[in-house]
């Protein structure tokens, strides 16, 4: 234990006195991709129909590039919690020392390598594998092969080590700074049933195994982010698109994964994923203040969080204002019996399907035959598979394309199927 916390001590004091002597830079975005987007929209309306494809092609490498290019803070840490977790890696008889934290910070003088656990591919490495394993991945273009030599979880509050994670076992200082070994089951936070934090607990002190309040270490989940394991980082990475499911038992960590989960998204995609374009719905007012105080320590900052009774009310007076507003507490068994039935979903999908027909009758319809045509037909059954908003918005940008193409203006890449994909 001793050799370990003095470790553990000399890099944090090498990490403040890096911070402390290094003056930090803002790198922001070089490029305003948005803009550049915009430029590039423009340029298509009006190009010929050869140069085209290369402006589409143009496009969509700069919408990968956008989505990759997360502003990042290089140069400044926060002093008060610099980070979590701390690996010396060995790959080619070079040893060289990770730390895990929120933002980027490096310092090639000192040695310092704090990196983003939502970006850095050498995160990963933290989270999928174990002290003493040996990794094989992929960094950028190359394949790393490598062992981990140590692999350690902290706790830093006000610029304090305070709990140190460890294969040998698990220490935190007490109020009289002595250095003390912990039970192993007060130190099991996450994966399993029933082990993950709970909000209703959230507020007791003793949680994350501390045991006295004022040293509780992060009331913000900051000591849980080291701790996840290698099944709830794949969920909280996968891709940007598509929905994730995530199932489990009680206090299994789901709430957990979900909360990274948007958090990386956040940071990935800052365009995409706005907290304006966000909502968290959770099932009562304990997780409510819960996750409105855990996000903001996970870098995002106001995304709505609503109980889904609350959310539910308000959906039902913006589509049907005319209903009562007042409430039965004491639901007449029969409507319960009712719309718990499973004929209800059968009901609804037949009510969407008919609804579909209806609007696509009226579609076929309106647009008759012409120039285009055939592309804005082929284009709204090519999306029969999708849900009507999806299919309204490619139906839209195709016939736009049509009447800009019936009225002789220049050329849009909308109007040539092979590059409509990638204009919606």
Known sequence: MQEIVAQEEKVLARVHRTAAARRPTQRGQLIDYDAELIALRDQI?????EDIPPLVEEMERLQQVAQRRAKVTEGAVDRMSPYFGRMVLE???????ILIGRSTFLDSKTGVRIV???DAPVSRVYYRYEEGDGYDEIFGDREVEGEVLVRRNLSITSGKLRRIGTPQGTFRRSRDDTWRRMAVQSTKLSGGQGVAMRPE?????????VGEDELREDKHLSEITALIDPRQFELIS???SGL??????AGSGKTTIGLHRLAYLAFQDPQRFRSDQMLVIVFNDALVRYISRVLPSLGVDDVPVQAFERWAEQQRRRHFPKLTTSYVEDTPTHVVRMKKDPAMLRAIDQYVA?????VEGEILREIGPGEGAALVKRTWHGTAAEPLGVARRAFTVASRARRRCAAGRPAHPACFAP???AVV
């Open 354 to 358: 008919e609804l579909a027909d209806r």
């Open 116 to 118: 983003d656990w939502r």
């Open 45 to 49: 309306r009006e190009a010929r129909l």
């Open 201 to 209: 607990s959230y507020h007791r002190p003793g949680e994350l195994g």
């Open 238 to 240: 996968k891709a940007t």
């Open 419 to 421: 590059y409509l994909p």
């Open 244 to 249: 994730v499911v995530i199932q489990g038992g």
């Open 91 to 97: 790959e080619e008889g070079r040893k060289r020392e």
